[in-house]
Protein backbone atom coordinates (compact mmCIF):
# COMPACT_ATOMS: atom_id res chain seq x y z
CA UNK A 1 0.00 0.00 0.00
CA UNK A 2 0.77 3.72 -0.81
CA UNK A 3 0.59 6.39 1.72
CA UNK A 4 -2.59 7.87 -0.17
CA UNK A 5 -3.57 4.37 0.03
CA UNK A 6 -3.05 4.17 4.21
CA UNK A 7 -4.42 7.40 4.29
CA UNK A 8 -7.61 6.77 2.79
CA UNK A 9 -8.65 3.34 4.37
CA UNK A 10 -7.69 4.44 7.17
CA UNK A 11 -9.78 7.34 7.02
CA UNK A 12 -12.88 5.90 5.15
CA UNK A 13 -12.74 2.18 6.21
CA UNK A 14 -12.50 1.17 2.24
CA UNK A 15 -10.07 1.35 -0.88
CA UNK A 16 -11.20 0.70 -4.30
CA UNK A 17 -8.53 -0.58 -6.00
CA UNK A 18 -8.95 -0.34 -9.95
CA UNK A 19 -7.90 -3.36 -12.10
CA UNK A 20 -6.57 -5.07 -9.08
CA UNK A 21 -8.24 -8.31 -11.64
CA UNK A 22 -6.59 -8.60 -15.04
CA UNK A 23 -8.46 -8.47 -18.43
CA UNK A 24 -7.96 -12.15 -18.45
CA UNK A 25 -8.92 -12.83 -15.23
CA UNK A 26 -12.09 -11.07 -15.18
CA UNK A 27 -12.93 -12.68 -18.99
CA UNK A 28 -12.16 -16.59 -17.26
CA UNK A 29 -13.96 -15.61 -13.98
CA UNK A 30 -16.74 -13.79 -15.42
CA UNK A 31 -17.12 -16.94 -17.70
CA UNK A 32 -17.14 -19.41 -15.53
CA UNK A 33 -19.86 -17.63 -13.02
CA UNK A 34 -22.25 -17.43 -16.60
CA UNK A 35 -21.83 -21.41 -16.46
CA UNK A 36 -22.34 -21.89 -13.10
CA UNK A 37 -25.59 -19.68 -12.90
CA UNK A 38 -28.08 -21.47 -14.80
CA UNK A 39 -27.23 -24.86 -12.73
CA UNK A 40 -27.88 -23.14 -9.30
CA UNK A 41 -31.01 -21.27 -10.63
CA UNK A 42 -32.13 -24.65 -10.92
CA UNK A 43 -31.18 -26.34 -8.44
CA UNK A 44 -31.23 -24.18 -5.43
CA UNK A 45 -34.56 -25.59 -4.06
CA UNK A 46 -33.30 -28.79 -3.98
CA UNK A 47 -32.59 -31.46 -0.88
CA UNK A 48 -31.74 -32.04 1.15
CA UNK A 49 -31.51 -28.73 3.18
CA UNK A 50 -29.95 -27.61 6.30
CA UNK A 51 -29.74 -25.06 8.13
CA UNK A 52 -26.94 -22.48 9.14
CA UNK A 53 -26.23 -19.18 11.10
CA UNK A 54 -29.50 -17.08 11.48
CA UNK A 55 -31.49 -19.89 9.90
CA UNK A 56 -29.98 -19.85 6.61
CA UNK A 57 -31.58 -22.89 4.71
CA UNK A 58 -28.83 -23.68 2.48
CA UNK A 59 -27.81 -27.17 0.82
CA UNK A 60 -24.77 -28.96 -0.66
CA UNK A 61 -24.18 -29.53 -4.26
CA UNK A 62 -22.14 -32.55 -4.80
CA UNK A 63 -21.27 -32.35 -7.99
CA UNK A 64 -19.50 -28.57 -7.64
CA UNK A 65 -18.63 -29.80 -4.14
CA UNK A 66 -19.96 -26.11 -2.99
CA UNK A 67 -23.07 -25.01 -1.17
CA UNK A 68 -25.91 -22.48 -1.61
CA UNK A 69 -28.57 -20.46 -0.51
CA UNK A 70 -31.02 -17.59 -1.77
CA UNK A 71 -32.10 -14.52 -0.11
CA UNK A 72 -35.14 -11.97 -1.40
CA UNK A 73 -33.79 -8.84 0.09
CA UNK A 74 -36.15 -6.01 -1.41
CA UNK A 75 -38.14 -8.80 -3.61
CA UNK A 76 -35.67 -9.30 -5.41
CA UNK A 77 -33.80 -12.97 -5.23
CA UNK A 78 -30.04 -13.62 -4.71
CA UNK A 79 -27.94 -16.34 -4.94
CA UNK A 80 -25.27 -17.54 -3.04
CA UNK A 81 -22.89 -19.91 -3.72
CA UNK A 82 -20.41 -20.82 -0.67
CA UNK A 83 -17.20 -22.38 -1.18
CA UNK A 84 -17.09 -21.36 -4.93
CA UNK A 85 -13.67 -21.76 -5.36
CA UNK A 86 -14.23 -25.41 -5.45
CA UNK A 87 -16.99 -25.30 -8.25
CA UNK A 88 -14.57 -24.73 -11.46
CA UNK A 89 -10.81 -24.75 -11.53
CA UNK A 90 -11.20 -21.26 -13.49
CA UNK A 91 -11.24 -19.59 -10.22
CA UNK A 92 -7.88 -21.86 -9.04
CA UNK A 93 -5.68 -18.17 -9.55
CA UNK A 94 -7.74 -16.46 -6.97
CA UNK A 95 -6.28 -18.51 -4.01
CA UNK A 96 -3.50 -16.54 -2.58
CA UNK A 97 -4.02 -13.41 -5.61
CA UNK A 98 -0.58 -11.80 -5.09
CA UNK A 99 -1.61 -8.62 -6.21
CA UNK A 100 -4.85 -8.97 -3.44
CA UNK A 101 -2.32 -10.85 -0.72
CA UNK A 102 -0.06 -8.18 -0.91
CA UNK A 103 -2.76 -5.62 0.73
CA UNK A 104 -4.43 -8.83 3.04
CA UNK A 105 -0.54 -9.02 4.28
CA UNK A 106 -0.25 -5.24 5.46
CA UNK A 107 -3.79 -5.32 6.85
CA UNK A 108 -3.67 -8.23 8.71
CA UNK A 109 -1.18 -9.76 11.04
CA UNK A 110 -0.73 -13.25 9.30
CA UNK A 111 -0.16 -15.89 8.68
CA UNK A 112 -3.85 -14.98 7.39
CA UNK A 113 -6.41 -17.17 5.32
CA UNK A 114 -9.64 -17.32 3.39
CA UNK A 115 -12.05 -16.88 6.10
CA UNK A 116 -15.40 -17.05 3.20
CA UNK A 117 -15.49 -17.44 -0.25
CA UNK A 118 -19.08 -16.44 -2.60
CA UNK A 119 -20.18 -16.04 -5.22
CA UNK A 120 -23.48 -13.88 -5.19
CA UNK A 121 -25.62 -13.38 -8.03
CA UNK A 122 -28.39 -10.38 -7.40
CA UNK A 123 -31.18 -10.00 -9.53
CA UNK A 124 -33.52 -7.25 -10.32
CA UNK A 125 -35.12 -5.87 -7.35
CA UNK A 126 -32.93 -7.17 -4.81
CA UNK A 127 -30.91 -5.28 -2.24
CA UNK A 128 -28.76 -5.87 0.66
CA UNK A 129 -30.13 -4.34 3.83
CA UNK A 130 -27.40 -2.05 5.44
CA UNK A 131 -25.40 -3.73 8.63
CA UNK A 132 -22.26 -3.61 10.71
CA UNK A 133 -20.51 -0.76 11.66
CA UNK A 134 -19.14 0.35 14.85
CA UNK A 135 -17.12 -2.49 17.85
CA UNK A 136 -19.78 -4.78 17.32
CA UNK A 137 -17.75 -8.04 16.87
CA UNK A 138 -14.52 -8.63 18.55
CA UNK A 139 -13.72 -10.26 15.05
CA UNK A 140 -14.34 -7.59 13.01
CA UNK A 141 -11.83 -5.41 14.88
CA UNK A 142 -10.29 -2.70 13.19
CA UNK A 143 -6.87 -1.62 14.68
CA UNK A 144 -4.36 1.01 13.88
CA UNK A 145 -1.43 -0.28 15.85
CA UNK A 146 1.29 1.37 15.02
CA UNK A 147 3.86 -0.32 17.14
CA UNK A 148 6.11 -2.58 16.67
CA UNK A 149 5.00 -5.96 16.51
CA UNK A 150 5.98 -10.10 15.52
CA UNK A 151 5.37 -10.94 11.85
CA UNK A 152 4.30 -14.51 12.71
CA UNK A 153 4.67 -14.98 8.84
CA UNK A 154 7.52 -13.75 8.03
CA UNK A 155 8.95 -14.17 11.16
CA UNK A 156 10.14 -11.10 11.74
CA UNK A 157 9.79 -8.17 14.14
CA UNK A 158 8.36 -4.53 12.24
CA UNK A 159 6.12 -1.69 12.96
CA UNK A 160 3.01 -2.39 11.53
CA UNK A 161 0.15 0.29 11.07
CA UNK A 162 -2.68 -2.13 10.72
CA UNK A 163 -3.68 -4.74 12.80
CA UNK A 164 -7.54 -6.34 11.29
CA UNK A 165 -9.18 -8.86 12.10
CA UNK A 166 -11.64 -9.37 8.79
CA UNK A 167 -10.82 -7.61 5.84
CA UNK A 168 -13.79 -8.21 2.99
CA UNK A 169 -12.86 -8.04 -0.75
CA UNK A 170 -15.13 -7.71 -3.43
CA UNK A 171 -14.10 -8.32 -7.22
CA UNK A 172 -16.55 -6.98 -9.88
CA UNK A 173 -16.83 -8.98 -12.87
CA UNK A 174 -18.61 -6.42 -15.24
CA UNK A 175 -19.14 -3.18 -14.81
CA UNK A 176 -21.24 -1.86 -11.64
CA UNK A 177 -22.69 1.43 -11.99
CA UNK A 178 -25.16 3.00 -9.10
CA UNK A 179 -28.21 1.12 -10.75
CA UNK A 180 -26.94 -2.29 -10.97
CA UNK A 181 -26.69 -3.06 -7.40
CA UNK A 182 -23.61 -1.64 -6.07
CA UNK A 183 -21.87 -2.07 -2.44
CA UNK A 184 -22.82 0.74 -0.21
CA UNK A 185 -20.92 2.04 2.64
CA UNK A 186 -20.79 5.07 5.45
CA UNK A 187 -17.50 6.11 5.47
CA UNK A 188 -15.49 6.24 8.50
CA UNK A 189 -18.65 4.29 10.62
CA UNK A 190 -15.96 1.75 11.50
CA UNK A 191 -14.49 3.82 13.80
CA UNK A 192 -17.91 4.63 15.81
CA UNK A 193 -18.59 4.58 18.85
CA UNK A 194 -22.04 3.61 19.18
CA UNK A 195 -23.81 0.94 17.32
CA UNK A 196 -25.84 2.33 14.34
CA UNK A 197 -29.40 3.88 15.39
CA UNK A 198 -30.60 2.76 11.65
CA UNK A 199 -31.12 -1.08 12.18
CA UNK A 200 -31.72 -3.13 9.35
CA UNK A 201 -32.47 -0.13 7.08
CA UNK A 202 -32.85 0.08 3.21
CA UNK A 203 -29.77 1.31 2.20
CA UNK A 204 -31.23 4.16 -0.07
CA UNK A 205 -32.42 5.00 3.18
CA UNK A 206 -29.99 5.35 5.73
CA UNK A 207 -28.07 8.61 6.29
CA UNK A 208 -24.67 8.82 4.97
CA UNK A 209 -24.47 5.45 2.83
CA UNK A 210 -23.24 5.95 -0.27
CA UNK A 211 -23.13 3.63 -3.32
CA UNK A 212 -19.45 2.71 -4.27
CA UNK A 213 -19.91 2.24 -7.92
CA UNK A 214 -17.24 -0.11 -10.00
CA UNK A 215 -15.45 -0.94 -13.28
CA UNK A 216 -15.22 -4.72 -14.12
CA UNK A 217 -11.54 -6.11 -12.52
CA UNK A 218 -12.20 -3.23 -9.83
CA UNK A 219 -12.21 -4.16 -6.26
CA UNK A 220 -12.98 -3.07 -3.05
CA UNK A 221 -11.09 -4.14 -0.19
CA UNK A 222 -13.27 -2.63 3.40
CA UNK A 223 -13.01 -3.63 6.88
CA UNK A 224 -15.68 -5.80 8.11
CA UNK A 225 -16.01 -3.15 10.86
CA UNK A 226 -17.16 -0.55 8.69
CA UNK A 227 -21.50 -0.62 8.07
CA UNK A 228 -22.36 -1.69 4.31
CA UNK A 229 -25.21 -3.21 2.46
CA UNK A 230 -26.07 -3.37 -1.27
CA UNK A 231 -28.06 -0.74 -3.32
CA UNK A 232 -30.88 -2.02 -5.32
CA UNK A 233 -30.50 -3.94 -8.42
CA UNK A 234 -32.72 -2.20 -11.38
CA UNK A 235 -31.46 -3.90 -13.96
CA UNK A 236 -33.01 -7.00 -15.98
CA UNK A 237 -29.58 -8.65 -15.69
CA UNK A 238 -28.16 -10.49 -12.66
CA UNK A 239 -25.12 -8.67 -11.10
CA UNK A 240 -22.17 -10.79 -10.80
CA UNK A 241 -19.16 -10.77 -7.65
CA UNK A 242 -16.95 -12.52 -6.04
CA UNK A 243 -16.43 -11.93 -2.55
CA UNK A 244 -13.48 -13.57 -0.19
CA UNK A 245 -12.90 -12.66 3.51
CA UNK A 246 -9.57 -12.78 4.92
CA UNK A 247 -8.61 -12.94 8.76
CA UNK A 248 -5.63 -14.17 10.82
CA UNK A 249 -5.73 -18.25 11.43
CA UNK A 250 -7.16 -18.00 14.53
CA UNK A 251 -10.49 -16.07 13.80
CA UNK A 252 -13.34 -18.14 12.98
CA UNK A 253 -15.47 -18.12 9.51
CA UNK A 254 -18.23 -15.46 8.86
CA UNK A 255 -20.06 -17.38 6.50
CA UNK A 256 -23.14 -18.98 7.62
CA UNK A 257 -22.37 -21.92 6.25
CA UNK A 258 -19.44 -22.56 8.28
CA UNK A 259 -19.90 -20.10 11.13
CA UNK A 260 -17.33 -20.23 13.84
CA UNK A 261 -15.52 -22.99 11.78
CA UNK A 262 -13.59 -22.56 8.64
CA UNK A 263 -14.51 -22.47 5.19
CA UNK A 264 -14.48 -26.26 2.84
CA UNK A 265 -12.09 -26.98 0.75
CA UNK A 266 -12.65 -30.38 -1.55
CA UNK A 267 -9.79 -32.33 -2.54
CA UNK A 268 -10.53 -32.09 -6.47
CA UNK A 269 -9.65 -28.25 -5.44
CA UNK A 270 -6.76 -29.28 -3.25
CA UNK A 271 -5.05 -31.09 -5.45
CA UNK A 272 -4.66 -28.38 -7.97
CA UNK A 273 -2.96 -25.85 -5.72
CA UNK A 274 0.53 -25.06 -4.85
CA UNK A 275 1.89 -25.56 -1.51
CA UNK A 276 1.41 -21.16 -1.41
CA UNK A 277 -1.65 -21.73 -2.07
CA UNK A 278 -2.58 -24.01 0.18
CA UNK A 279 -0.90 -21.98 2.88
CA UNK A 280 -3.85 -19.65 2.65
CA UNK A 281 -6.74 -22.17 3.28
CA UNK A 282 -7.35 -25.20 5.46
CA UNK A 283 -6.81 -28.62 4.63
CA UNK A 284 -9.76 -30.64 3.56
CA UNK A 285 -11.97 -32.18 5.85
CA UNK A 286 -11.62 -36.25 4.76
CA UNK A 287 -14.76 -37.05 6.85
CA UNK A 288 -17.11 -33.98 5.50
CA UNK A 289 -18.38 -36.04 2.09
CA UNK A 290 -18.60 -39.21 4.29
CA UNK A 291 -20.61 -37.21 6.65
CA UNK A 292 -22.76 -35.71 4.01
CA UNK A 293 -23.64 -39.24 2.12
CA UNK A 294 -24.95 -40.53 5.26
CA UNK A 295 -27.25 -37.69 6.04
CA UNK A 296 -28.60 -37.80 2.59
CA UNK A 297 -28.95 -41.94 3.76
CA UNK A 298 -30.84 -41.14 6.84
CA UNK A 299 -33.24 -38.41 5.03
CA UNK A 300 -34.12 -40.76 2.17
CA UNK A 301 -34.93 -43.67 5.49
CA UNK A 302 -36.66 -41.17 7.42
CA UNK A 303 -38.68 -40.41 4.34
CA UNK A 304 -39.65 -43.61 3.46
CA UNK A 305 -40.76 -44.66 7.18
CA UNK A 306 -42.97 -41.38 7.33
CA UNK A 307 -44.48 -42.78 4.07
CA UNK A 308 -44.70 -46.13 5.17
CA UNK A 309 -46.24 -44.97 8.11
CA UNK A 310 -48.70 -42.61 6.50
CA UNK A 311 -50.09 -45.31 4.31
CA UNK A 312 -50.77 -47.83 7.23
CA UNK A 313 -52.84 -45.01 8.91
CA UNK A 314 -54.79 -44.47 5.84
CA UNK A 315 -55.83 -47.97 6.01
CA UNK A 316 -56.75 -48.03 9.73
CA UNK A 317 -58.93 -45.03 8.77
CA UNK A 318 -59.88 -46.71 6.08
CA UNK A 319 -61.17 -50.04 8.19
CA UNK A 320 -62.30 -48.06 11.33
CA UNK A 321 -66.07 -48.14 11.57
CA UNK A 322 -67.78 -44.62 11.51
CA UNK A 323 -68.25 -43.84 15.16
CA UNK A 324 -71.61 -43.13 16.07
CA UNK A 325 -71.94 -38.83 17.28
CA UNK A 326 -72.02 -38.51 21.01
CA UNK A 327 -74.14 -36.95 23.24
CA UNK A 328 -72.89 -33.59 24.79
CA UNK A 329 -72.67 -33.86 28.35
CA UNK A 330 -75.71 -31.38 28.65
CA UNK A 331 -78.22 -34.00 27.35
CA UNK A 332 -76.61 -36.74 29.27
CA UNK A 333 -77.35 -34.71 32.49
CA UNK A 334 -81.06 -33.75 30.97
CA UNK A 335 -81.26 -37.99 30.16
CA UNK A 336 -82.16 -36.69 26.73
Not at 25 to 35: H, P, Q
Not at 40 to 49: C, Q
Not at 91 to 100: A, W
Not at 257 to 273: C, D, P, T
Amino acid sequence: MNESERYQFDLNGYLVIENLLSAEEVSRYLAAADELEDHFVKTIDDGPRMVGFSNISYRFDEQHQCFAYKGSGGGGLQIVVDDFLNASPAFDSLVGHTRTMAYIDELCVGPNWIGSSELRYRYKSNETHTHMGGHMDVRNRYEFAGVKMYDSAAQVWRVRDFDLAAVRVLYALHDVPEDYGPLCVVPGSHKSNYFSPYPDQKPTAEPGMIPVPLKAGDAILFTENLRHGGFPNHRDQARKTLHLMFSPRWAGSQSPIHWNEHVYVSQQAWSRYSDAQRAVLPAPSQDFEQEAKVQRQEIARLKAEIADLKSQLAARQAEAPAAEPSRSLFRKVMGR
